[in-house]
């Protein structure tokens, strides 16, 4: 249950297994401005084509020079999920890259496959040398180099993968990409690893992690021209290398990985929250950042805290992120329904889904489960325009006073009416629950469970266990899609 807490405090991403589209940015009070202003860096995951699109940028990409793990690549070399450093010029929510850069989080053979943990959605974890990768369905991309069916649900030991995603610690990470590359062959499978050197011998041995590697001290057949000081232990490094057995690798490469930023640099960044003292004093990997002064969005101070995905604009002074916006990038709560033709409104880029209000902002990603064409828009991407009335849509975001900012979009097959949120209010006698701003009639034949799938023996059993901040997820199973008439199944997700 720790693990299943775990990864839904980190893993609410927001990217599409597939299909592109960058919405546009909507003139309600709670839409989110996209990127830094003037020329800087971006840091964040592709979420769609045309050029790309990188927190909530649209960036033109067309002389950028491109690279991929510091190799010379095309645009056509780019794919959705990765996460790349954006740099360029900037005006509004569009922008001129001059330099695009990827590098992978790891690369191995996967060694383990975790059971996958239900709910919505689901997850699991797999490992790679002793890293702990977290998956999520519908979230986490999913891509093959080889033939065959390579998913969430179709994983095994011994593929290797390329994972793209957010350092959470030097043992886990969030995936929004995982691409299969081959199987493992010992000897001459490669091989890449980054953490914090220890058990340094002074001559040709290190570990990171669970892993021993062994390099050329005189650099013949190790590349250690990037190390400023050779290897001590403490230092934060990436390894490229070959397999040899398990748990140990020959190192062809050892390269000391500095993401330090010049003074003055204008920097939008996204990742995961590492530690946290207060607004004034937290950090996303190596980077320390000072919100104190910055515009919040959601403006709930409550939100931001160690484990939540956000992304943060602002200037680096004294080697600290000083940020002038901070934003959550991550949502808990879910609305699946259909859409009804007075739903929609183009004009403010919104939508109600069962009877609550969808707001789209620069930031929301989109998918398309019913077309291999991925929508209509000229980019070939489902956009918000390309929503009709009857489509089943599936919403996740964050509830701001009553309405959904969607982080993630999906128009899938009809299914069931979903919900899920914090409970704002509760009626023991009246038996009915307020999530998302919508009051819900519970009755005799709704099924209440707890968070481990265990039936309350009565309503008031479960009534009597909840308190307001409870995250249920109710279900209505009617065959009106549009609206609840009362709630089928409840159950506590936290």
């Known amino acids: 249950m720790k693990l299943r807490l775990l990864i839904l405090s980190l893993t609410l991403l927001?990217?599409?297994?597939c299909g592109n589209g960058g919405g546009s940015?909507?003139?309600?009070?709670?839409?989110?401005?996209?990127?830094?202003?003037?020329?800087?860096?971006?840091?964040?995951?592709?979420?769609?084509?045309g050029s790309i699109f990188v927190n909530g940028v649209e960036w033109d990409i067309d002389t950028a020079t491109i690279t991929l793990d510091g190799l010379p690549a095309t645009e056509d070399d780019l794919a959705l999920g990765m996460v790349v450093s954006v740099e360029g010029e900037v005006e509004g929510e569009t922008g001129s890259a001059t330099n695009v850069d990827f590098e992978d989080e790891i690369e191995g053979p996967i060694e383990v496959v975790g059971p996958?943990?239900?709910?919505?959605?689901?997850?699991?974890?797999?490992?790679?040398?002793?890293?702990?990768?977290?998956?999520?369905?519908?979230?986490?991309?999913?891509?093959?180099?080889l033939a065959g069916d390579f998913n969430f649900d179709n994983l095994s030991a011994g593929q290797v993968v390329e994972v793209s995603g957010f350092r959470v610690s030097q043992s886990q990470i969030i995936a929004t990409r995982v691409e299969r590359k081959s199987d493992v062959i010992l000897g001459s499978t490669e091989i890449e690893l980054k953490g914090v050197i220890s058990d340094y011998d002074g001559d040709n041995k290190f570990r990171i992690g669970t892993s021993e590697i062994t390099f050329d001290p005189d650099g013949i057949t190790t590349d250690l021209s990037d190390l400023n000081n050779g290897i001590e232990d403490g230092l934060f490094v990436e390894v490229k290398g070959i397999l040899e057995t398990a748990t140990s690798i020959r190192a062809t490469q050892i390269e000391e990985e500095d993401e330090d930023f010049d003074e003055e640099t204008e920097l939008s960044l996204e990742g995961i929250i590492t530690s946290f003292t207060d607004l004034s004093n937290f950090h996303i990997g190596s980077v320390q950042i000072d919100a104190s002064e910055a515009e919040l969005q959601p403006n709930d101070p409550t939100l931001f805290k160690e484990g939540v995905r956000v992304e943060v604009e602002g200037t680096i002074e004294n080697g600290i992120l000083k940020a002038k916006e901070l934003q959550v990038r991550a949502g808990e709560s879910h609305v699946s329904g259909e859409v009804e033709a007075s739903g929609i409104d183009l004009e403010n880029q919104s939508m109600i889904l069962v009877d609550i209000s969808i707001q789209i902002n620069s930031t929301t990603v989109f998918e398309d489960d019913l077309s291999e064409e991925k929508?209509?828009?000229?980019?070939?991407?489902?956009?918000?325009?390309?929503?009709?009335?009857?489509?089943?849509?599936?919403?996740?975001?964050?509830?701001?006073?009553?309405?959904?900012i969607a982080t993630k979009i999906k128009r899938a097959e009809p299914e069931k009416i979903k919900l899920k949120g914090r409970v704002q209010e509760f009626d023991l006698n009246a038996q009915t629950l307020t999530i998302l701003g919508l009051t819900i009639p519970t009755n005799s034949e709704t099924e209440f469970e707890d968070r481990f799938g265990?039936?309350?023996?009565?309503?008031?059993?479960?009534f009597n266990t909840i308190s307001e901040g409870t995250i249920l997820e109710i279900e209505d199973e009617d065959e009106d899609l549009t609206s609840i008439d009362f709630a089928d199944e409840v159950e506590i997700e936290d």
Request: net charge negative.
């Open 25 to 49: 940015s909507s003139s309600s009070q709670v839409a989110v401005s996209g990127g830094i202003g003037g020329t800087g860096i971006s840091r964040g995951t592709i979420t769609a084509f």
């Open 375 to 404: 929508g209509s828009s000229s980019t070939g991407g489902f956009k918000f325009e390309d929503i009709k009335a009857g489509d089943f849509i599936e919403a996740d975001g964050l509830e701001v006073d009553g309405i959904l």
């Open 454 to 462: 265990n039936k309350f023996p009565t309503s008031d059993a479960f």
């Open 116 to 145: 996958v943990i239900p709910g919505s959605p689901r997850t699991r974890t797999i490992s790679i040398l002793g890293v702990i990768i977290v998956l999520e369905e519908g979230t986490t991309i999913f891509d093959n180099a």
């Open 14 to 17: 927001l990217i599409p297994s």
